[in-house]
DNA sequence: CTGAAAGCGCTTACAG
DNA sequence: CTGAAAGCGCTTACAG
């Protein structure tokens, strides 16, 4: 990189001190600086293409405007889109992210952790790519922190999260409103903080229609994984009339089957995704309705909590939990509304 | 954050000048230092729970060891293995990277390498979600810059690319070895170098093989796109026995028709993608035959390159072109292999 | 109204 | 063998 102009450079130039420079460039020229040299020195500043190196900024104020991202992307990796409005906000407010990813690794992260505090990081998002417990290592209690996807199980950080058991329980509601009764309810990850709430939700909102509640099928968390339960699920006796998949390429896979057994949609099976977020379930023909985690809405959101105490205000902590709302498309429909219709056979 | 201790607090508690400690601390104490005072420093700096703080090195050594990234995430985003391996490889070096997006709006662009710019980054990487021209502003010529899954027109910066062209040949080939002769083409983007360079690889394999080049149909980058696309060209006159895709998310959907037209893969029709990246097509049933954008390995080769020349190699300009190798799964068959198999009527 | 000094936290010549 | 000084590039009191 050519060498850039300093402030000292800019000072030479406009015959002046470097104070001065800084006061002009800083708004605080007015009653400390004549009109003159304040003119000399912004157009000094202008022909040498002057910015003031970030780094000295940092070393004198002790801020870096700098915020470390720890994540752990698994298998399908951490939403793009919440990184996308995390990178637009923070740089709405010239703060910039340092990304990490552990690997799901608690030395890795740590060592990461130190990294970032020795690069002087003003605060720490920890994003996790499904909803899930995180208990935050020390470091993370005196540092502004915010929990992007996770919750601390002892509430001592504040946290941004989706509400999932309303998710499940809205899949629930559109099938249940359409009439029905016997609902196949594919899972992935069935361990995870994140499915079991879903699954909650889903099996309270049959038990308060009066409903069976749905037993989760295990199935994992891929299109073929989808595709196999959805096999299953749909060829044994009494098949549901609709299926509630957790996650997205399980409602592939299980409109992909659906395809292979003639089922059409909705007519002879509804489906409703409780993700959309990789744009696949949505655009599958008849596109899919889908419960939708706004992940943008709550990275902005994370960022924004972040910003606030960074910027002087009170470090309560707050639990910030965002309702996910149905999208209806055209993949529910009534039960047994085309009687005569049977499945082809394979 | 809790004040940390300076190598002045590490100093004072061990008796000795703050030269001293830093110089025992960088492993030049030998020679310099007596041996007890050295042992003194490094209990100190134990005890203190010490690390010297990076902004105030880079400001003295004028290097942060961060390397700015800008990418432009688009539709489907840029690969998550290309951000994970870079990451990785980046912090073996111990280098950090500060990622930002432009939104694919060169205004934007140019403010944040201005940003980048006085935040003091090392070098530049600038990364692509699919193949396309870049023409690198002019700060990225100064600045040490690699350019990853795009190429300077004029040659001027470094790249790491896949040969897409290539990648084209190997899933044409594939079904020309099985016998295919009617191939349909199915492309998103049909605007974009990275499109027409697997169009043209398809097309040399064929005129190669004495096969009529496929005529590209213009679909769309996603599932509905392909799903459209694969039903009008499966239910023309004289269909392909096979079908190539160039997006991962235009061969989902193709797999989606071939079910709901009861098509058998590979036994009534053979699928390949240019694209697994998103690990859709693997997981499909059957696993689609797909060719292999090495992200991981692009995105290392990219970082490496970067460092070497922080490290101090000559400025040479390097184009890395990545093979693409084909992952042989289970969705090519010979065609008209049971020629009493009719497709079902829809 | 303006310039010289101090200091953020480091490391590296340079005296002693 | 060790400490005092200079300097990376900035801004903010503090003298004049």
């Known amino acids: 990189m050519a060498r850039r102009a300093t402030a000292q450079d800019v000072a030479d130039l406009a015959g002046v001190s470097r104070s001065a420079v800084s006061l002009v460039l800083n708004g605080r020229g007015a009653g400390n600086i004549s009109e003159e040299k304040q003119k000399a020195v912004r157009a000094a500043a202008a022909q040498l293409d002057y910015?003031?190196?970030?780094?000295?900024?940092?070393?004198?104020?002790?801020?870096?405007?700098?915020?470390?991202v720890l994540t752990w992307p698994g298998v399908v990796g951490f939403s793009q889109t919440m990184l996308h409005r995390a990178l637009r906000k923070a740089g709405e407010h010239s703060y910039l992210l340092l990304v990490m990813d552990t690997d799901d690794d608690a030395e890795v992260e740590r060592r990461q952790l130190d990294t970032l505090r020795d690069r002087q990081v003003d605060?720490?998002?920890?994003?996790s790519p499904a909803l899930a417990h995180y208990r935050p290592p020390e470091v993370l209690h005196s540092t502004p922190t915010v929990l992007l996807n996770c919750l601390d199980p002892d509430g001592a950080v504040s946290s941004v999260t989706p509400d999932e058991v309303q998710a499940g329980q809205r899949a629930a509601e559109v099938l249940l409103r359409h009439g029905h009764r016997r609902i196949g309810l594919?899972?992935?990850?069935?361990?995870?903080?994140?499915?079991?709430?879903?699954?909650?939700?889903?099996?309270?909102?049959?038990?308060?229609?009066?409903?069976?509640?749905?037993?989760?099928v295990v199935a994992g968390r891929n299109i073929d994984d989808g595709a196999r339960a959805?096999?299953?699920?749909l060829s044994g006796p009494e098949p549901p009339t609709a299926l509630v998949c957790t996650h997205e390429r399980l409602a592939v896979g299980a409109?992909?089957?659906?395809?292979?057994?003639?089922l059409r949609v909705p007519q002879d099976l509804s489906l409703v995704s409780l993700e959309d977020g990789e744009?696949?379930?949505?655009r599958l023909d008849p596109p899919m309705t889908t419960v939708h985690r706004p992940d943008g809405a709550m990275a902005e959101q994370a960022v924004g909590l972040l910003l606030e105490r960074l910027g002087g205000a009170s470090p309560e902590i707050r639990r910030m939990v965002f309702s996910c709302p149905l999208r209806e498309r055209a993949?529910?429909?009534?039960?047994?509304?085309?009687?005569?219709?049977?499945?082809?056979?394979r």
Chains 1, 2 share one sequence.
């Open 230 to 233: 959805a096999r299953a699920v």
């Open 51 to 68: 910015t003031p190196n970030a780094v000295a900024l940092s070393l004198r104020s002790r801020r870096t405007r700098t915020l470390g």
């Open 186 to 216: 594919l899972v992935g990850d069935p361990g995870s903080l994140q499915s079991r709430l879903r699954v909650a939700g889903v099996q309270q909102a049959a038990t308060a229609a009066g409903v069976e509640p749905p037993q989760p």
């Open 279 to 282: 744009r696949l379930t949505s």
């Open 255 to 262: 409109a992909l089957v659906a395809a292979e057994l003639g």
């Open 123 to 127: 605060g720490f998002l920890v994003v």
């Open 331 to 345: 993949s529910v429909g009534c039960p047994g509304r085309a009687p005569g219709v049977l499945p082809r056979p």
